[in-house]
């Protein structure tokens, strides 16, 4: 069974920092191109960035809004992705989902909360 | 950026009514367009891929057409556990999501 589990959400001042980790398990992991999106309370899909399989060059790519704060990487020793999130933002608080977009893969998500 | 605009942003359906989703690409995509399902306080789920392919168990009154810059998502023979929002989504370059189109049964 495949399973994605994101852990390490929470509560966290403007400016300050988190990392989330993304547990894979149930498929080749090391294969997956691997992509992080979000929701804001009550809002639509937005897609944050996503790092490719290291066969395919493990490169990031970065949504506008995220880009120079965010650094996506991968363990594939671990089988786990992560998102280090840096001055971070009110409009930064949402619910953060790790998937494989189009194998279907997706986590439960993790909360996420900037504010004072 | 690629924008993509689903209509309508809302849908009330009676049960057993067709219902019929279209996103629209900023530019074209091909046929690198899926679609998602979400219900309240769940993960969204893959319906379609690459605009036409269903996806490993989803029912067959899900079904998906188009190319180029319009796509369609049609759910013939709406079920009550049809309620959701729905979802594109483009893998042509950088990926983005339509806004979301919201169906509720009458």
């Known amino acids: 069974e495949v399973q994605l589990v994101e852990s390490g959400g929470g509560l966290v001042k403007p400016g300050g920092s988190l990392r989330l980790s993304c547990a894979a398990s149930g498929f080749t992991f090391s294969n997956a191109w691997m992509t992080w999106v979000r929701q804001a309370p009550g809002k639509g899909l937005e897609w944050v960035g996503r790092i490719k399989s290291k066969t395919d060059g493990g490169t990031t790519d970065y949504a506008a809004p995220v880009k120079g704060r965010f650094t996506i990487s991968r363990d594939d020793s671990k089988n786990t992705l992560y998102l280090q999130m840096n001055s971070l933002k009110t409009e930064d608080t949402a619910v953060y989902y790790c998937?494989?977009?189009?194998?279907?893969?997706w986590g439960q998500g993790t909360l996420v909360t900037v504010s004072s | 950026e690629i924008v993509l605009t689903q209509s309508p942003d809302f849908q009330s359906v009676t049960p057993k009514e067709k219902v019929t989703i279209t996103c629209r690409a900023s530019?074209?995509?091909?046929?690198?367009l899926h679609w998602y399902q979400q219900k309240p306080d769940q993960s969204p789920k893959l319906l379609i891929k690459?605009?036409?392919q269903s996806f490993s168990g989803v029912p067959s009154r899900f079904s998906g057409s188009g190319s180029g810059t319009d796509f369609t998502l049609t759910i013939n023979s709406l079920e009550a556990e049809d309620a959701a929002t729905y979802y594109c989504?483009?893998?042509?370059?950088?990926?983005?999501f339509g806004q979301g189109t919201k169906v509720e049964i009458k």
């Open positions: 530019q074209s995509i091909g046929s690198s």
């Open positions: 690459y605009a036409s």
């Open positions: 989504h483009q893998s042509s370059s950088l990926p983005t």
């Open positions: 998937s494989a977009l189009t194998s279907g893969y």
